[in-house]
Structures are given as C-alpha cells and as structure tokens.
C-alpha cells in the first residue's frame, strides 16, 4: 500500500510539473517507463508504437505519456500497472523474477543470438503455454516484446573460441547467469560493475567481458579490445511492453486489435533496427583493426553442451520452488527448433 500510495503521488507531481497534458480523445491511456526518451526500447518500441496507434485511431485514442522514470523506475513497472498508476509499461522481465520467473527462460545462454530470431520465438511463447500464464497470473497483457542480441565475449587477449581459449581466462561479469555461463565454458567470471569495466580491461584485471554489442562503445570498451564474437549465444535482455487486463478491458474490439497489430508492426521494426545496429558496429570495429570473428558450428555445439549446464542450474532453482520450469524450458526450446 505504501509503494502504491508512493506511486500514485508520483504521478500527481508529473502531472502537476507538466510531464504530459491530458489528451482531448474518446480514450486516453497513460504510458509511463524509466528509459530516456532517446533510450532504444523508447526511441525504436514505445514511440513507434504510440504512433502506429495515433495514425490508425485519429481522435479516438490519446496518450498521456511519462518517460524516464517520473512515475516510477524501471524495478517498479509492474507495481505501476497493478496499481492502476499506468495502463501500459515496459516490464523487464529480469526484474521480475519474484513474479514472473519462468519467463526468465528468455535470457539464458543458447537459446539464440539476433533480436530477429529471438524476438519471434518469445511474442510467441509469452501468447501461450506457461509464460502466458505468468502474465495473466499478474494481471496483464503484452503488447509487443523485445529482446536484445545476445551478449558477446569481448576480448583485450584476442579471439576466444575453444575450451583450450577459455581456460584460465578471467572475464567480468555482471552476476548470476553470467557467472554459470562463463564457469561453464571454464572462464573464471569477476563480478564487476559496468561502469569499471573500462579500467578493468585497460588495466588486465580482466581479459574479456561478456557485453552486448550496444554497450561496448557507451562504455568505451571498443578502445582496449582487440576482438569480438559476432554469433555467441551468451543469454540477453528480455522486455514486455504490457497493459493492465483492466485497461485492456476498456478498449473497443476496434481498439484492441489495433494495440496488437501496431504491436507485431514494432517487434519487427525493432529487431530489424537492432540487428542492423549491431552489423553496423561490426562493420566499423573491423575497420578499425578489432577481430570480429563467428564461432564455427562444431565450436557452437560445444558451447551449447556447455551452457546446458546453465539451463539445468536454473530448472533446479525454480524446481526447488515448485515451479515447472523444465516444462517452460521444452516449451521455449520447441518453439526456437532447439532440441
């Protein structure tokens, strides 16, 4: 109560301070996250989406809109949409696990590596089977989703390929998964956070870091790296832009088949503008000397026998729970065409 009492004054200043004007329209729906406007799940998923619906409802629908965190950090959207303080949020699905842990399957090592193969198999997971029901045990609803390319190994020591490659290599990490998968590929991980991990390369502290291709030049990374996979399935970042089951309630037929299709139209836009984005990179950190090297498929299949060991610890965990998440796991494997 006192989170949602919080909330709700949050929202009473944004609105009182400006944030966004109430919007003259048969409906209006209140969109809130904790991105920057110019962040990409806001810049290439949220505005698009608002604009998509803008173009084919007219006056009919209109948007009070809070980024950046002025109703309620990232952590908090799912409270936000179960307190009524916003009908539509970017729930990110790592920071959920206490609500939603089986869709954590779509952040673990293996289960492919561009947003275009991934993006698909997890729309299609979180619309049926377990992770769906996750969703409609918390009361709402996913628009569209987004995943980012998986992580990479990012290295000052050259090309990291092979079991012989890993050994006795100390790579950052950010915690928790990450360690399994680099423990798994017999890399010693080091947790360290991401604003250190400059220096932690620069100084040798690390010789590798795991790292999606987007945060590399953010973090200068790119400076004191030599080389970097391009097609590793090292885990990822999960997020569902979702709307209350009350909010979605309210809507029209018209309406709601409208949030979907504008739905499946940004899934596409953005896993393409991601991808492109990192083929971009790819491109210039080649051109400026950095090994930008793909694992073979023998190499691939050895990871993958690795990183099972990953996967099995946290069916394990979630067992221990009573959750079925080995039954999850099949049903997300099945739907990517991995056995």
């Known amino acids: ?59 009919q629908l209109g948007f009070n809109y809070y980024p950046s965190g002025q109703v309620a950090s990232t952590k908090e959207m799912l409270t936000a949409l179960n307190a009524g303080i916003a009908d539509l949020t970017t729930v990110p699905i790592g920071y959920v696990s206490s609500k939603m842990p089986l869709n954590g399957v779509s952040m673990l090592p293996g289960l492919g590596s561009s947003a275009g193969q991934v993006i698909p198999v997890y ?5 049926q089977g377990l992770l ?37 290599k100390v790579v950052r990490s950010a ?13 010693s991980p080091a947790e360290i956070p991401s604003s250190d991990m400059y ?4 100084r040798g502290t690390v010789d590798a870091t795991l790292s999606a291709y987007a945060s590399i030049k953010p973090y200068n990374i790119n400076e004191v790296m030599n080389a970097v996979s391009a097609n590793g ?29 504008c739905g499946s139209q940004v899934e596409g836009s ?8 990192v083929d971009e990179l790819k491109a210039e950190f080649s051109k400026a000397g950095v090994t930008v090297y793909d694992f073979t498929p023998e190499q691939l299949a050895w990871m993958h026998k690795q990183l099972g ?8 965990r979630l067992k221990d729970r009573g959750l079925p998440a080995q039954q999850a796991l099949d049903e997300y494997r099945k739907l990517m065409g991995v056995q």
């Open 233 to 261: 399935e090292f885990g990822s970042f999960s997020i569902a832009f979702s709307m209350s089951d009350s909010s979605w309630t309210k809507l029209s037929p018209e309406l709601q088949q409208m949030a979907s299709d």
């Open 175 to 187: 915690g928790g998964t990450m360690n399994l998968t680099l423990s798994a590929l017999g890399a």
């Open 132 to 168: 769906a029901k996750e969703f409609e045990q918390n009361h709402i609803r996913p628009i569209w989703v987004m995943v980012l390319p998986a992580y990479q190994i990012v290295s000052r020591v050259g090309p990291l390929r092979t079991k012989e490659d890993f050994a006795g």
């Open 123 to 127: 729309s299609k997971a979180v619309r």
């Open 309 to 316: 060991q990953v996967s099995d610890d946290w069916v394990a």
């Open 270 to 277: 953005i896993a393409r503008f991601l991808d492109g984005e």
């Open 199 to 202: 220096v932690a390369m620069e």
């Open 1 to 59: 109560m006192k989170r949602q009492a919080r909330l709700a004054a949050a929202l009473a200043v944004a609105v009182l301070a400006g944030g966004a004007g109430p919007a003259l329209a048969e409906t209006t729906l209140t969109v809130a996250h904790g991105f920057s406007p110019t962040h990409v799940i806001a810049a290439q998923g949220v505005d698009p989406w608002m604009a998509c619906m803008k173009a084919k409802a007219g006056d």
